[in-house]
């Protein structure tokens, strides 16, 4: 495979509504495009950064300058470009994994359209849908919040996954229980807004019989995961914390987390993700599909990679309508609370051209030689 050049897209989606999480409430979704161009191909990534370093450290001005600056040109640096190839260049820098996932899923796009393959089976996908939960929002009210999820329910979302935080734990948790019953598959996403001294207020949770509490003390404090888990009887989840494979077997020995939360973007691309998967079959603990309010882009490759054999929970893998009005791609739609694996070659979505440039905020193309058109459209 020979590359002709990258290009580097910021985009602005409008939300359908903003979403609020423990660490704030975003009205619009930024996000960057990697287009990478072969001789007879091009493929797309999308990089799941935020406008702001809330969710992890990177956010897009920092994704744009390392993708710009070091993985462009290592990438174009490559004699024989390949996804593995990609990886490992990419490994000689440190950290940010949003960058790095972004044009890893470019690159094993464009090189799995040259080859016809679907990204479904070079991953070893085993279904052709998967079921979509939901995320839902904190809210001014329980009985705002019961009026969204009776909407989700009613849309068909398999599982209701509640953002909580200090203040917003347990009365959305027992209203939600109370009107929809034991049967509801229920969870709650803190994003590190407890501290270990709120253990014994966490256990209050228990009763509800949730699937799992996620994320719910800061990212780097393993242990502390491990100390919370012999308090609880609710399995804990990690996400924001598992960062490689590596950190997933720690996490996992030291009884830190029960079931993982995998999301390509925040483990630097879908081969880590694969191997994070693989050990955690291997150590039997299950694993679902996150998300990050992702286009049409994104949401393609996370939807192949849940229908992989261990993602045994439903993810936050939601139709296109639960954040955008108008996708860049094909809209992913809910059949029976089912999204269906694109089949297609590589990610099996279209962008929509003229969709794109209505959210284009800025472009610029890196080519071989290492210059840099900037060319801002508006
Ligand atoms: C999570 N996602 O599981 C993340 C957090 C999250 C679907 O709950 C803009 C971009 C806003 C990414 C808000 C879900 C976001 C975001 C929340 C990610 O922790
Ligand atoms: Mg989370």
């Not at 080859?115 to 939901?134: D, I, Q």
């Not at 992913?332 to 979505?349: A, M, W």
Request: net charge negative; glycine share 8%.
């Amino acid at each position: 495979m020979k590359l002709e050049g990258v290009e580097l897209r910021r985009i602005a989606m409008p939300l359908v509504a903003p979403f609020r999480t423990s660490f704030g409430t975003e009205l619009d979704r930024e996000v960057v495009l990697v287009r990478v161009v072969s001789a007879d191909a091009e493929g797309w990534g999308e990089c799941v950064a935020m406008s702001a370093p809330r969710y992890s450290a990177e956010y897009v001005d920092t994704a744009v300058d390392m993708l710009r600056r070091f993985l462009v040109p290592a990438l174009l640096a490559l004699p024989e470009p390949d996804v593995h190839r990609a990886e490992r260049v990419f490994a000689q820098f440190k950290g940010h994994p949003m960058a790095k996932a972004a044009l890893e899923a470019a690159v094993l796009d464009v090189q799995l359209r040259e080859a016809g393959t679907p990204l479904s089976a070079f991953l070893g996908a085993v279904r052709e849908t998967v079921p979509a939960g939901v995320s839902v929002g904190i809210m001014d009210s329980v009985p705002e919040l019961l009026n969204a999820v009776d909407g989700y329910l009613d849309d068909g979302y398999v599982r209701i996954k509640l953002k909580i935080e200090p203040g917003w734990d347990l009365a959305p948790v027992r209203a939600v229980r109370e009107r929809y019953g034991s049967e509801l598959l229920l969870q709650v996403d803190a994003n590190t807004a407890y501290t270990l001294a709120d253990a014994r207020h966490l256990a209050k949770l228990d009763p509800f019989d949730l699937l799992l509490i996620e994320q719910p003390l800061p990212e780097h404090d393993l242990a502390g995961h491990a100390a919370l888990a012999q308090l609880v009887t609710t399995p804990i989840c990690l996400d924001e914390s598992i960062t490689s494979a590596a950190v997933a077997v720690h996490a996992i020995t030291i009884g830190a987390t029960r079931i993982v939360n995998i999301k390509p973007g925040r483990v630097g691309g879908y081969l880590e993700a694969r191997r994070i998967h693989d050990l955690c079959a291997q150590h039997g603990i299950p694993v679902w599909m996150g998300g990050m309010l992702e286009t049409g882009v994104g949401r393609a490759g996370n939807v192949a990679m849940a229908a992989m054999p261990n993602f045994t929970l439903p993810g936050d893998t939601s139709a296109s309508d639960r954040y955008f009005h108008q996708d860049i791609t094909e809209p992913f739609i809910l059949h029976e609370g089912r999204l269906k694996v694109p089949t297609g070659p590589g990610l099996g979505v279209t962008v929509d051209a003229r969709r794109l440039e209505e959210v284009t905020t800025a472009v610029q193309l890196v080519r071989p030689e290492g210059a840099v058109k900037a060319a801002p459209t508006r």
